[in-house]
């Protein structure tokens, strides 16, 4: 290879080299971009070896009319969003901090940084949301009405556990942390010919 | 001491990562298949979304307060498929690989807008870098074109993929010292445990070994997991050298593969990034699509290649994915079944290619493909037998290998023979070598006993099992080889002139 055409190749490692510094920065103080030149972090060092290691679940009731429930996991609630996502978007929309309902949610979670950018103003917006279960209420009905077709759903209640794994390998029994009841709309309750059973 | 530098990152850039157009293409194919069976179609789901769920990471999706709707995801999944279907033939590879790389760019930035990025940016990265190292230059149509036009070999370029080799360590660089700073080292944490803890408990996917392995209590025996950080962090080390990576890449097969079973966790995206990196000439691989060729060449017409894309473009977007369908049928998840052969075969073939360049089980050399070709062995479906031609022991496996080979795969000639020295000579063994038995195939020269399980296992049906025993060290068959060949005259009996093919065997004699 002549030597002009090294010319670019060199640059580009220059580039390369340079890049990771800038994205390293980024991704601690903006958090992670996409796409970046990372891959999963797993920062958290885990639990001290004689701590028990607590850990949540979510649990998703759906209540018909006539006052019959169904009881249904995150997954199945989720399952039309792909596995690496799908219990992420569960936890961000329907975490503990985000059941509280709107009325009462007078307080944001957390300071939210400015940007000018819309969709990072609109992330941060969300993220500090605390009623944000309660903006998903819309999804929630047309979820039930595709899981329990021709039934009609009047609320959905999340509820997440919470169980201990102890350094023996022993669970404890779940206990409940949190617990929200969202009304669902009218749309979502229209289903035909309700056949529920308790 | 700066020119030295200079000439040490110019050796490593220009040089250390050349390959032949022959692996990059396998590699190509590979890529292309992971893609349309793992990862396409993708962002569908994205129109049921609620508008409160989208929370896009810095990036193109951040320039927008929602997704593009329904439509735009199809379009972005028919390029998808299309370029796909492009890549495995090689039709038009640079606009295909580019293409897809830019689509797969776009899509994920709204596919990851949704609380969770998956980290699958090599999956981007190595079509790009594929690219511009050539890896459309052979078995592809775009080879084909350039065969009937020119007789220009197909030039290769190093640089792209030592850039690829340097984002690949960095990512993983990032990523170990990430868990070495939040203390993954320190003994009185467990890290991976609390992880697994996680998996198992709260997620409700398919889990191998995760359970099971929970029912050993918390200590210090599960350090050892949290070291693999250190693995990460070693890749930096590790891409000085082509070889390194391999062994490196090798060890991180068999690493996924145990976080697929045990975590739930498998990246079968890094795995096409992962064979650009090894010499897949004269592997089972490469046998089969080079015998494809023939067939290839007829399809000069970009029809087939075209019509075919569309038509998995119409079903993927109508249907989905007919692997994870059945996946779902099933009760299994996909994305995490549908992946698991591939990481399997990655982790297969990591301990084998790590075995072959310790030496310890295959132990070859290579030879230039110039010397091949003068020797007529360039096409590399026919194996060639370099054999003693007075040992009564050489000619009786040899009549062995001609009756039991129906194929009509392997060629002999023998050691004294005009081809034979050319041959041994060119291979780097000495004048008047008759010490082994030699089998020359894909570019290199095995000698001893892994030469006869080669030349064996090359009898298809089987006769392939004779392979299994290539599980023993090369050093202790090789033992057992040596003590029947210092005494293979006195034993099987010596000829007093070199062997001469029949009229019937002519054609399998060099």
Sequence with gaps: MSPPRRVLPRLLLLAVVCWFPVQYRIVH????????????????????????????????????????EASVSASTVANHIPEPARLKAVSDNFGPDQLHPPEAAARVLQASPASAVPGRALMWARLADPSRAFKARDWLAARCGELFPGRRALS??????????????????????????????????????????? | MGRTIQHAVDRWLFDEFSRDARSLAIARMIYALIVLVCALPRWLWIGAMPPSFFVPPLGLASFVSHPPAEPFFILLNAVAVISAVALVFGWCGTLASFTLAFVLGIGNSFGYAFGKIDHDVLLIVTPIAGALAGWSAEYSLDGARRDHNTAVEPVTTAWPLALLALVLALSMFVTGVEKLTGGWLDPSRLAFRSILVGSVYSETRANLLGALMLRVPAGWWWEPFDWAAVLECSFLVCIWRASWLRSILAVTCVFHLLNAAILNLSFPWNLPAYVM?????????????????????????????????????????????????????????????????????????????????????VQRRPIASSVLEGAALSDRQHPLIVF???????????????????????????????????????????????????????????????????????????????????????????????????????????????????????????
């Design chain 2, 388 to 510: 003693d031609g007075v040992c009564g022991l050489c000619n009786t496996s040899v009549d062995f290998l001609l009756r039991h080979d129906r194929g009509r795969r392997l060629l002999f000639t023998p050691l004294q023979s005009e081809t034979g020295v050319h041959l041994l000579r060119a291979a780097g063994l000495p004048d008047g070598f008759t010490e082994s038995i030699v089998m020359v195939d894909g570019g290199f020269v095995y000698e001893r006993s892994t030469a006869i399980l080669r030349a064996i296992g090359r009898l298809g049906g089987m006769w392939r099992l004779a392979s299994l025993l290539m599980f023993i060290p090369a050093v202790l068959r090789d033992l057992a080889y040596d003590v029947v060949a210092q005494h293979r005259y006195a034993w099987f009996g010596q000829r007093s002139t070199c062997r001469v093919p029949t009229a019937e065997e002519r054609a399998r004699f060099l």
């Design chain 1, 29 to 68: 103080t903006r958090g992670e971009p996409y796409p970046a030149l990372i891959m999963p972090p797993f920062p958290n060092a885990g639990v001290r070896i004689q701590d028990d290691i607590a850990v949540r679940t979510p649990e998703f009731v759906v209540r018909f009319s006539q006052g019959a």
């Design chain 2, 277 to 361: 990196f090894f010499d897949w000439r004269g592997s089972a691989l490469d046998r089969s699509v080079h015998s494809m060729g023939p067939m290839i060449r007829r399809i000069t017409n970009a029809f087939y290649p075209l019509a075919l894309g569309i038509l998995l473009a119409v079903l993927y977007v109508t249907f989905g994915n007919p692997l994870s369908r059945a996946a779902s049928g099933i009760g299994l998840e996909p994305s995490w079944l549908v992946p698991l052969p591939f990481i399997v075969v990655a982790a297969a073939l990591g301990i084998h290619w790590h075995l072959s360049e310790s030496g310890w089980f």
């Design chain 1, 156 to 198: 959905v209640t999340v509820r997440w556990h919470e169980r201990t794994v102890q350094p023996s390998g022993a669970v404890s029994e779940p206990r409940l942390v949190a617990e929200a009841t969202i009304p669902l709309p009218e749309a979502g309750r229209s289903g035909a010919n309700d056949s529920t059973r308790r």
